[in-house]
């Protein structure tokens, strides 16, 4: 009795095992990761750095598109995570350093300091206060960067 009950166990996990294997989804590869990340990074940085940076060094009107800028960043920040950034995504066309694999901690910083900095843009874009938009977006592109500065190798 007892051992059949044993036996009952030991099949019960290795079909839990098995399924899981089957059924899991299968880790993202390197270069999967980055292709994601460079994508997010270039999806945040057009707004950002265009669409709003330009408004805000008089290069382009205020309008409508500086809010749906806004509005772009904030969402795509708002999805951020340490995801984007695992052991195994620095592959060669990459320009990560390999010090953010071991940094989490940080980097959840450096992420939530960006989220706090880009929820803060769109309100303050809708408003149209030229002076309060520069300040709104210098606080965001200073975030971007620390983690630049940190963990993404120049040229
Ligand atoms: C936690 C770190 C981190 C944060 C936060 C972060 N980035 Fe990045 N970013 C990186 C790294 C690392 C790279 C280099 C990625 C690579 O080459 O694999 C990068 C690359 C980029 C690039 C270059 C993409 C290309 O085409 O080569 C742009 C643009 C960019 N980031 C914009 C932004 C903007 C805008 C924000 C803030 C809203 C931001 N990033 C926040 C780490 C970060």
């Not at 460079?38 to 940076?53: A, E, F, N, S, V």
């Not at 809708?126 to 709104?136: K, S, V, Y």
Request: glycine share 8%.
């Amino acid at each position: 009795m007892q051992r059949w009950r044993r036996v009952l166990v030991l099949i019960a996990g290795m079909s839990a095992l098995s399924a899981a294997s089957v059924h899991g989804a299968p880790p993202e590869d390197g270069k999967a990761v980055f292709e994601r990340r460079q994508d997010t990074m270039k999806r945040m940085g057009r707004p950002l750095y265009l669409g709003i940076g330009r408004v805000v060094k008089g290069k382009a009107p205020y309008g409508p598109d500086t809010v749906t800028a806004a509005e772009s960043v904030a969402s795509l920040a708002s999805t951020l995570d340490r995801a984007l950034f695992p052991p195994g995504s620095n592959v060669a066309e990459s320009k990560i350093k390999p010090e953010i694999f071991a940094a989490s901690e940080h980097v959840d910083q450096l992420i939530a300091a960006v989220k706090t900095a880009a929820g803060k843009l769109v309100p303050v874009v809708r408003t149209g206060d030229r002076a309060a938009i520069t300040a709104a977006y210098t606080a965001v592109a200073d975030a971007c960067n620390a983690c630049h500065t940190e963990f993404r190798k120049e040229e």
